[in-house]
């Protein structure tokens, strides 16, 4: 079955960190960009970052530059995304696709809450 499974969302405090995983099934990842991306409630989806398959380079989006970090494990056909310093604006669901640029492949989203 071909699917990207995200996991580690959950409730944090504000201030607090999680670590989102992203894994695919059924194909590699190894020659896909990986993108992460939200949807806050009531808002549009927005990219949040991305990185290569190439040269591993990555991308951020302004809102969250300086305190999320994206990698990726090839070996573990999976993608992370490591968010520090989290405030209630980054309240939204997250979702993992492949490639970054038009998608083929979208995981179902896992739901990060950050509030006191």
């Known amino acids: 079955q071909v699917q990207l499974v995200e996991s580690g969302g959950g409730l944090v405090q504000p201030g607090g960190s999680l670590r989102l995983s992203c894994t695919a099934s059924g194909f590699t990842l190894d020659y896909l960009s990986i993108g992460w991306f939200r949807q806050a409630p009531g808002k549009e989806r927005e990219g949040v970052s991305c990185?290569?398959?190439?040269?591993?380079?990555?991308y951020y989006a302004d809102s969250v530059k300086g305190r999320f970090t994206i990698s990726r494990d090839n070996a573990k056909n999976t993608a992370y995304l490591q968010m520090n310093s989290l405030k209630p604006e980054d309240t939204a669901v997250y979702y993992c696709?492949?490639?970054?640029?038009?998608?083929?492949?979208w995981g179902q989203g896992t739901q990060v809450t950050v509030s006191s």
């Open positions: 990185i290569s398959s190439s040269d591993g380079s990555t």
């Open positions: 696709a492949a490639p970054c640029v038009t998608p083929d492949y």
